[in-house]
């Protein structure tokens, strides 16, 4: 099933996306409004309404979104690196997240917006410590992410709280699919209809698996926390008035526009 979250006459609601589109258009597809919430059992009210009626949002509000970093070889090496023999993490916060249309804000502080196209995982119940074998259980579904990042920033800084976590730098969308195995699936990014990225899901370093026994080693998740799982190869820049586009095989497509920050 595909989730999305959106408002409609100043109402916020989940509801279930059904009916087929073309690539990267709406057109056709319509929303049958969830009674209740998805991190729970949740039934189908049968109202329906077009999805180019309403506003899409992000899919979920995340409490945290954890990233991993240079999760994809080739990726690694384009930033002067290996893949880390360990997963690791830092941290986007609630504020970075947008949805799927709204725009990336160019920050003033920053000549080097990059865009990261990345598999993310929607987490669906609260938990800490999870097993490898139980890691299925947490997960309520995935979606398109692009982990936006201020590059000139992030080789100044240190931590990359501004570089990665600046309001905008994580749209999120445009849906949550429920049914899908991540293992191996394609990953693209465009600007402007031109190809940048290209790569599997399946040449990730550290599997979601990994990522989720590694993560909740540490800390709780909660239900709507979102793990962004890496990047594969071909990040480049992105400037005000681009239009870039993350595809995921079996999820959907994730369009926003780059803004100056007004
Ligand atoms: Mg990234």
């Known amino acids: 099933m595909r989730i999305a979250r959106f408002s409609i006459d100043g109402n916020v609601a989940f509801g279930a996306v059904e009916g087929e589109s073309p690539p990267g258009s709406t057109d056709g597809l319509v929303l049958d409004i969830i009674k209740g919430i998805p991190f729970a059992d949740f039934e189908l009210s ?45 941290f986007k916060p609630s504020t970075s997240v947008i949805g799927s249309g709204d725009a990336i804000a160019y920050p003033s502080f920053s000549q080097e917006l990059h865009h990261e196209a990345e598999l993310a995982v929607v987490i669906g119940r609260m938990c800490r410590e999870v097993p490898r074998e ?33 309001d905008s730098s994580c749209p999120l969308g445009p849906w949550v699919e429920t049914d899908l195995d991540p293992s191996d699936l394609t990953i693209q990014c465009t600007v402007n209809g031109q190809q940048r990225q290209l790569g599997r ?47 995921i095989e079996g999820i959907g497509t994730l369009t926003n526009k780059v803004i100056k920050r007004g």
Not at 62 to 82: C, D, Q, S, T
Not at 137 to 142: E, H
Not at 157 to 166: I, P, T
């Open 46 to 90: 049968g109202t329906k309404v077009p999805l180019s009626k309403v506003r899409l949002l992000p899919p979920v509000l995340p409490n945290k979104v954890v990233a991993f970093g240079r999760n994809y070889a080739e990726h690694a090496k384009e930033m002067g690196g290996e893949a880390p023999d360990a997963p690791f993490a830092f």
């Open 134 to 166: 139980r890691v299925k259980d947490v997960i309520l579904g995935y979606t398109c992410a692009n982990d936006v990042t201020a590059r000139d920033v992030q080789r100044r800084e240190k931590q990359w709280a501004r570089a990665k976590g600046f």
């Open 201 to 247: 899901t399946s040449e990730m370093v550290h599997s979601i698996e990994d990522l989720i026994v590694n993560i909740t080693e540490a800390m709780t998740l909660l239900p709507g926390d979102v793990i962004l799982t890496g990047t594969p190869a071909g990040v480049g820049p992105l400037s005000v008035g681009d239009e870039v586009a993350v595809t």
